[in-house]
């Protein structure tokens, strides 16, 4: 069996950009399978590769500024996203979940990476999510929850 692993990336005190963790913890109240690993990654991004290290299967969600209206969401495999390598990384503090794919391939590791972006409306400092984010959780997390259900018949 392949293993699943949703990470959920974002800061909770800057508003939207703490869309993934929101999404996290909504699906860490779900029926979930157990085998499935739900991790708040925050805004360790160093971590990423870790995690991407550990699974076939990686679902990736954040707020994801793409040019849509607030509350759009996106899905897509990360390969055709059209997402750059950025080489002007100097820390691995910098290391974005884009960098973090390129450096597991690099270890002989190729997971199947998914992303959920959210359009963020508000990214200042903040516990709360926007009103138009806020009413995206739940949703977002019953989309992955169902892309889970179908890895899984796989």
Do not use: W
Not at 46 to 51: E, R, S
């Amino acid at each position: 069996m392949k293993r699943i692993i949703v990470v959920g990336v974002g800061n909770l005190i800057m508003q939207d950009d703490g869309v993934g963790v929101h999404v996290i913890n909504c699906l860490s109240q779900m029926d979930i399978p157990e085998e499935v690993e739900l991790i708040d990654a925050g805004t360790n991004s160093y971590d990423l590769v870790d995690f991407y290290g550990q699974g076939d299967i990686i679902i990736v969600v954040d707020a994801m500024k793409a040019g849509g209206e607030p509350g759009t969401i996106y899905r897509a495999p990360l390969d055709q996203l059209g997402l750059q390598l950025d080489t002007s990384i100097t820390s691995v503090h910098d290391l974005g979940f884009v960098q973090a794919a390129h450096h597991v391939n690099m270890l002989g590791h190729y997971p199947e990476i998914l992303v959920y972006g959210i359009e963020p409306a508000e990214l200042g400092f903040g516990l709360e999510l926007s009103p138009v984010l806020a009413g995206k959780v739940a949703r977002v997390a019953e989309l992955i929850k169902q892309d889970i259900e179908q890895f899984m018949l796989v």
